[in-house]
């Protein structure tokens, strides 16, 4: 399920993995940001930017994995 803000831009409804939450927006289907807050460390976020869905996937997986 996913949320059109725009044509180029679509923004992935929040979830939570783990302790994290996660929001996921994709640019013209070539650029990824990937948003993730720690559900009890409120002032751990972390945010990246990627232009490939596969290090983007790993790279959730690692902070997971990781905290």
Request: without cysteine; charged residues 20%; glycine residues 2%.
């Amino acid at each position: 399920m996913k949320a059109k803000l725009s044509p180029n831009l679509i923004s992935f409804f929040l979830v939570r993995r783990g302790n994290w939450l996660i929001k996921v927006s994709v640019y013209k289907n070539k650029q990824i940001l990937v948003l993730m807050q720690h559900v009890y460390d409120m002032d751990n976020i972390v945010m990246q930017y990627f232009h490939d869905q596969g290090k983007a996937a790993d790279f959730i997986e690692h902070i997971i994995e990781e905290v």
